[in-house]
């Protein structure tokens, strides 16, 4: 039967990245994102080789995530695999100057957002003891840089939910991986610095980046491994970066 994937962050990056990658390989699709005309654009591209099926909410809104996840049409409420890929950066500060609504953003996005649309998901998953979750996390998640403290813990508690996930949810034949990316040339940093291109250009030079297509092929490994594989937790780094901040630029 054919398999069903959620993605969150469907409209950019990875999460777009991830449902062209499924959609070539015959998984139909929950796309989830806010823009509208985004997701409409990915879904024509899309549906010519599978199903797709779009949600438009922000993750940090719970009744808007409940509301639509638990009206899901019935053909879709089984969900296989959900890939936790919407989040961001917002600023670059030391905590000192921080902005109390980066904050909020990024432990409302890159946090609750992720339990929100989790919680609605998983019951089925407990129910029909199967499925996958993939957590998008970071480097930032493993070792904390100098400005990014509130990001690098948001990212610090996606690593404690999927360690939790895995110790709670294995039980029930659910496999949980937590993927920890360094730099993918995405519009993260455009979102980081608020539409600063120029700047946000800056991070992704001088080396080669990783692709959010290496993310997607990444994932696609995870869950197609042999049944009795988890691949619980996967660091990756462009060949240029040695740690979040180390990047070796020519
Ligand atoms: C994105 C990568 O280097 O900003 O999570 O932590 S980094």
Redesign the pocket.
Known sequence: MTRIALITGATSGIGKATAIKFAENGYNLILCGRRSEKLDELKNKLSKNVKVHTLIFDVRDRKEVEFHLDSLPTEWKNVDILINSAGN?HGLSTIDNGDVDDWDAMIDGNVKGLLYVSKAVIPQMVERKKGHIINL?????KQT?AN?AV??AS?KAVEAISEGMRLDLTEHGIKITNI?????ATE??EV?FKGDKERAQK?YEGYEALLPEDIADLIFYTINAPDRVTIADVTVYSKA?SA??MIYKK
């Open positions: 950066a996390s970071s480097v930032a998640g840089y990014g990001y690098c990212k920890a990316p360094g730099a993918v993260f940093s980081r991070v970066q979040p901040t």
